[in-house]
């Protein structure tokens, strides 16, 4: 629901600004949806997700947004606040890459299927996420998507983790002033989940 208030409020400013005028019907509008969202409280309970061999626990103002299986690769999407993503791909041990040939899959395939605007001024790092006693390796990814003369950056990090004979690649994404908004609920999916 916060998604679709967003997207409204977006539209909302756009038509505001073509139009160069803010009669007042608008301004109530947009100004109780300001006040509505920063009034929203979150749902800190912990929800447990599971479907088949794949389980994690996630807050519950995180929604599991998708969950499917194509030729055998198992996708699932968690949605967050402020537009923040996490998405999940197991694979059998047999189809696994290194996690760096992973991250620059990824990241071309988002590059080309973009539907407006475009990726610039993409750095990667190495990342060490501490959850627990438990030290992850993998990478961090910043990026700018150029949209209409303006500049969104954003960054995304990446994690691959493996149980049995399945690799599951992880991807928390979120914009760059938000990142850190979301990582309570990556550290609780990478405590709890099993696939």
Known sequence: MIKMLKQWMAACLVLVRRNNVLDSFSLCCFMLMLVGCDNLQLDHSVHKYQKEQLSF????????????????????TLEGPSDIVITGQVYGQQESVLIDDYVRWY??????????GKVIDIRYSELEKTVGEVVHSGVRE???????????????????????????YLMYQSEHADHKKGL?????LLKTVEF
């Open 57 to 76: 626990q996630h807050f519950g103002y995180w929604d599991v947004a998708t969950d499917e299986q194509v030729e055998g690769v198992r996708f699932f």
């Open 142 to 168: 910043d990026f700018v998507i150029e949209l209409l003369g303006q500049h969104l950056p954003f960054s995304r990090e990446y994690l691959m983790l493996e149980q049995k004979d399945k690799v599951l």
């Open 184 to 188: 309570n609920a990556l550290d609780l």
């Open 107 to 116: 990241s071309e395939q988002f590059a080309q299927e973009l539907p407006f």
